[in-house]
Structure formats: structure tokens, C-alpha cells
């Protein structure tokens, strides 16, 4: 059973800065990319961030220069620093997983980040 568990998200004020960290546990079968995903209220959930296993990485051009992802590939574990937030950054903070076929598709259970003065 594929497990995903974020942590790090929470009430910031704008500027500031979070790290959000997602453990990936009973992997079975190589992990093609690792990434962060958010929905806000009354919106689709977007992709924030993503990196595959050598290390390639994808950005929301919302993001770039202010969000960086990064993996730890022997532990199967996901981070993204946010810096200079802005109350648009404000949504539930996804952790997503992809395997090598199209089923192996998961999801963490999010994590609320929240940029307020």
C-alpha cells in the first residue's frame, strides 16, 4: 500500500517562508517523478512543482524564483521551500507520486498552507 505524508504547511504572513516535506512509503516499482500539486478554494488543483528521479524539474511559471523543489531519492521523500510568499500562494498543498504506468498514481492527503498578515 503506497503511503504519502505531508507535513510542514501553516499559517504565514506574506514574505515569509515554509518547507513542506512528503515520505513516500510502500514503494514496490520505480518512481518515475516526484511533485507538488495545490487547490484553492473554488479552483482546479495546478501543479506547482515536479522532479523525476534524475533530477529534472518542472515549475508553475507562478512560482519560478520563489519555490524550489527537491528529492531525496533513497528515501523516497519530497521537499519544496517556499519563499516570498504571497496570499495567492494561499491552498491545500498536494504531494504527488507517479510510477511507470498510468494506474500507479498517488496522492498525499494535503497540507493546508495559509499567507495572511
Known amino acids: 500500500q503506497v503511503q504519502l505524508v505531508e507535513s510542514g504547511g501553516g499559517l504565514v504572513q506574506p514574505g515569509g517562508s515554509l518547507r513542506l516535506s512528503c515520505a513516500a512509503s510502500?514503494?514496490?516499482?520505480?518512481?518515475?517523478?516526484m511533485g507538488w500539486y495545490r487547490q484553492a478554494p473554488g479552483q482546479q488543483r495546478e501543479l506547482v512543482a515536479e522532479i523525476t528521479t534524475g533530477g529534472s524539474t518542472n515549475y508553475a511559471d507562478s512560482v519560478k524564483g520563489r519555490f524550489t523543489i527537491s528529492r531525496d531519492n533513497t528515501r523516497n521523500t519530497v521537499y519544496l521551500q517556499l519563499n516570498s510568499l504571497k496570499p495567492e500562494d494561499t491552498a491545500v498543498y498536494y504531494c504527488?507520486?507517479?510510477?511507470?504506468?498510468?494506474?500507479?498514481?498517488?496522492w498525499g492527503q494535503g497540507t493546508q498552507v495559509t499567507v495572511s498578515s
Open positions: 510502500g514503494i514496490r516499482f520505480s518512481v518515475n517523478s
Open positions: 504527488n507520486l507517479r510510477g511507470p504506468w498510468v494506474a500507479a498514481n498517488y
